[in-house]
Nanobody, 121 residues
Framework: QAQLVESGGGSVQAGGSLRLSCAAPGLTYKVYCMGWFRQAPGKEREGVAGIGSDGSYSYADSEKGRFTISRDNAKNTLYLQMNSLEPEDTAMYYC???????????????WGQGTQVAVSS
């Protein structure tokens, strides 16, 4: 069973930045698609960004230009750099991994426990 561990969440003011990390020890990381998702209270989990094993990436429209997904295969770690944060970005952020699926849907096979992001106005 793959283990994914998120970190880097916290509380920031609007306009601030955070960098989330997702460690994936024990996973043959470099062959997996990875994704970031978020879920706000009372809302469904939604895709934020995804990145393939070849480095190809996709973003949800609302995050384009503000968020950057990246991966370090040598460190088995996924990142999400979040800039110009808005109160609407407040949510629990999750990373996910899948051997085949690389999109922004929730079809990923493995999930972390999440890290909380709170943005105040």
């Amino acid at each position: 069973q793959a283990q994914l561990v998120e970190s880097g969440g916290g509380s920031v003011q609007a306009g601030g930045s955070l960098r989330l990390s997702c460690a994936a020890p024990g996973l043959t990381y470099k062959v997996y698609c990875m994704g970031w998702f978020r879920q706000a209270p009372g809302k469904e989990r939604e895709g934020v960004a995804g990145i393939g094993s070849d480095g190809s990436y996709s973003y949800a429209d609302s995050e384009k230009g503000r968020f950057t997904i990246s991966r370090d295969n040598a460190k088995n770690t996924l990142y999400l750099q979040m800039n110009s944060l808005e109160p609407e970005d407040t949510a629990m952020y999750y990373c996910a991994a899948d051997y085949n699926y690389c999109g922004l849907g929730t079809e990923y096979n493995y999930w972390g426990q999440g890290t909380q992001v709170a943005v105040s106005s």
